[in-house]
């Protein structure tokens, strides 16, 4: 199908973009487009105006300030995944990256418009949520800081206003913590029916601190603080895991669709839970 016409605008400041994003009834900002194109084509959405992020310096990149890995919201996820930095300070992110779509998506898409599309079956949004992210968003007012547990409000809904720029990501570091990302999917489809990002710290021989937070069990990525509170303290034994791992459905709201009945996705839940911290740890 083709979009309905639109206007198209390539600022090179931030600023310039928030100011376009004031000046129209319906403006939307084009990062990789490989959600919002397939969107515009099949007429879901109709923006008078697309405004191309693609020349705004300074929005793609890697950098650490103090304790926090930084990440431009322009940064492919081939970049992420690809960048010793994110490597070295966000492992799971780079691993979960590494897992998005095929080789060309993850070289147009960018981690900005992926957490900013908010769809529930994308991976990335779950990773910041179970790393504690801040996302650093910038309007007409300027700067403001936004949680990770506060930005994804609902179905493809975000705490943007409708004229502010997702500009950053922030992350604590987990160098040195056990992470895995665990997806379940189609073959012939990357997007996750199911997917748990899980980051363990290890101390004593036992787990010292859990983080871990599920793709697709609901309209918003699910931290599963249950299970963060029963593994923090146990062995690291599969069967300790299993047992913290039982209750990764708790407060989960998954849908019934064309992939997964909801009662199969609580399931996979509890399982893929139980694997991806198995095989963080290695046990
Ligand atoms: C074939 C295919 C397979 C895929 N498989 C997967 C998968 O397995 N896992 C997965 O997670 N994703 C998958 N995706 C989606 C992919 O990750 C997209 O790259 C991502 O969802 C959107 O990023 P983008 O840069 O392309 O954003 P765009 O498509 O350009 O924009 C998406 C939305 O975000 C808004 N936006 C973009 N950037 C910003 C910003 N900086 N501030 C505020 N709003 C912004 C746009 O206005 C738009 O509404 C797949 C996509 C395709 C086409």
Not at 27 to 37: F, H, Y
Not at 159 to 171: F, K
Not at 249 to 277: F, H, K, M, Q, W
Request: proline fraction near 6%; hydrophobic fraction near 50%.
């Amino acid at each position: 199908m083709i979009p309905v016409p639109f206007d198209y605008t390539r600022p090179s400041t931030v600023e310039e973009a928030v100011a376009a994003l004031g000046s129209a009834e319906d403006a939307k900002l084009l990062a990789g487009g490989q959600s919002l194109l397939p969107v515009l084509r099949l007429r879901l959405a109709a923006p008078t105006v697309l405004i191309d992020l693609g020349a705004v310096p300074g929005l793609a990149g890697v950098r650490v300030d103090g304790d926090a890995l930084v990440i431009g919201a322009m940064t492919t996820h081939a970049e992420v995944a690809a960048s010793d930095l994110v490597r070295e300070h966000a492992p799971l992110l780079a691993a979960a990256a590494a897992t998005v779509g095929d080789r060309q998506v993850r070289h147009r898409g960018t981690l900005g418009g992926s957490l900013a599309h908010a769809d529930p079956a994308a991976d990335l949004p779950a990773v910041a949520a179970a790393l504690d992210a801040t996302y650093v968003v910038q309007g007409p007012a300027g700067r403001r800081s936004v949680p990770a547990a506060d930005f994804a409000v609902d179905l493809f809904t975000t705490a943007l206003d409708p004229d502010e720029i997702l500009v950053e990501v922030r992350l604590p570091s987990t160098a040195g913590w056990a992470v895995h990302y665990e997806k379940f999917h189609r073959t012939a489809q990357s997007w996750a029916i199911v997917g748990v990002a899980a980051a363990v710290r290890r101390d004593n021989g036992g787990i010292g601190a859990a983080r871990v937070a599920l793709t697709n069990v609901g309209p918003v990525p699910h931290r599963a603080r249950d299970v963060e509170t029963a593994l923090t303290g146990s062995p690291a034994t599969p069967t300790a895991i299993a047992e913290a791992c039982s209750r990764a459905a708790t407060g989960t709201a998954p849908v019934d669709d064309l992939t997964a009945s909801a009662e199969y996705r609580r399931e996979l839940a509890r399982v893929l839970t139980t694997r991806a911290v198995c095989r963080a740890l290695g046990v």
